[in-house]
């Protein structure tokens, strides 16, 4: 098992990453005198490893489970509402405990849910997709989409423990592990050339989810995160580099009504726009914007996509990341990743011109 800590003084915690970690959680989620837990569970998760995972939380109090639909349309006021009215009949005390499992809707909403619920209760995350191991479940950010935007409801609310059981993903549906590969491109892309080079080398290995290549990789990832948001947990400064290709991929999402687009296959023609803008900017060198598109196609992920380009600019507008001008995370050379503010409507014509599918 493969241990990742993030460090955030008080609220520091671990990412345990590793094999049958489901049937271990009891003794893996630190003490805290729990007499109930809440298990937020995505539902088809659960129809798979549901029983496995309350048989060892039972050890730690009474198992109360609520079930959310495998979508990212259960991240709604209207689902967050009527979990936290149950959570209230249920009477769950401020000492008891939430864990998620699932994915990163999972880990977004029962984040959420644990932050606000009295105030504040401690929450850990089992996750059970590649999204979620390297990506959604780490660094303490919750999220509730609005028609307006994705995640535009939130809170920074640090988990406990991050457990993350490579052995999950071999359940994953082929297209959500291909989602998940997005975040895992993307730390290439920006952080770590290696990574780039494992996917080109050892894909046939990843797909066939090797334990000890999956180990690594989420491992690898992980440690990336946690690096970056230990030193920014609150989305001030670096950890905003963590949002590379996120402005246009959010905006997909949302022009999608959520349900168009997987995550990872929105980011990742997302990341093409950005390596498109900075083409058009003179931060790219053509071969590098080749070297995005040679990534993304080997882990089979659309480097273009069908869409209204006024929808998307409107959906853009709403960007987390606006601060007086709207802000664009982009690469002024690969694993080198910039925030910048004077990207001109030229700019961004031809890029949408670029990755806008006939």
Not at 13 to 20: F, N, S
Not at 148 to 163: C, D, E, I, R, S
Not at 223 to 239: L, N, T, W
Not at 266 to 279: D, T
């Amino acid at each position: 098992m493969r241990r990742v800590k993030v460090p955030l003084g008080e609220r520091s915690y671990e990412i345990l990453v590793g094999t049958g970690l489901i049937d271990s959680v009891s003794r893996l989620v630190p003490e805290g005198g729990y007499s109930a837990i809440v298990l937020i569970a995505d539902e088809s998760v659960d129809e798979l490893y549901g029983k496995r995972l309350r048989a060892s939380l039972s050890a730690l109090g009474d198992v109360h489970l609520l079930t959310i639909p495998s979508s990212e349309t259960a991240k709604s006021w209207q689902v967050a509402g009527q979990l936290l009215e149950r959570m209230a009949e249920l009477k769950v005390r401020r000492n008891d405990l939430l864990v998620s499992f699932g994915g990163g809707v999972a880990s977004d909403l029962g984040g959420f849910l644990a932050s606000v619920y009295q105030r504040g209760i401690a929450v850990a995350h089992v996750s059970t997709t590649l999204l979620g191991q390297v990506d959604a479940a780490i660094g303490g950010k919750t999220g509730v989409n609005l028609p307006a935007g994705k995640n535009l409801v939130g809170t920074f609310y640090q988990p406990t423990v991050v457990l993350a059981d490579v052995d999950t993903l071999v359940s994953l549906p082929a297209r959500q592990f291909r989602s998940g590969m997005a975040e895992v491109v993307k730390y290439g892309l920006c952080y770590e050339p290696w990574i780039l080079k494992t996917i080109a080398e050892r894909m046939d290995r990843i797909e066939a989810c090797d334990r000890d290549v999956l180990e690594d990789l989420v491992a690898a990832c992980a440690g990336i995160k946690a690096r970056v948001v230990s030193v920014d947990e609150s989305d001030r400064s670096g950890r905003i580099m963590l949002n590379y290709g996120h402005t246009f991929g959010h905006a997909l999402e949302v022009a999608g009504g959520y349900e168009g687009w997987l995550h990872g296959e929105a980011i990742s023609v997302g990341m093409m726009f950005a390596a498109n803008l900075a083409l058009e900017m003179g931060l790219l060198e053509p071969e590098e914007v080749e070297e995005h598109r040679a990534a993304f196609e080997q882990v089979g992920l659309p480097v273009r996509a069908r869409f209204d380009p006024a929808q998307v600019a409107g959906a853009w507008a709403m960007d987390k990341k606006f601060l007086g001008a709207q802000r664009w995370v982009l690469l002024e050379g690969l694993q080198n990743p910039v925030v910048r503010s004077d990207v001109t409507s030229t700019h961004i014509d031809a890029a949408v011109d670029k990755v806008l599918a006939p």
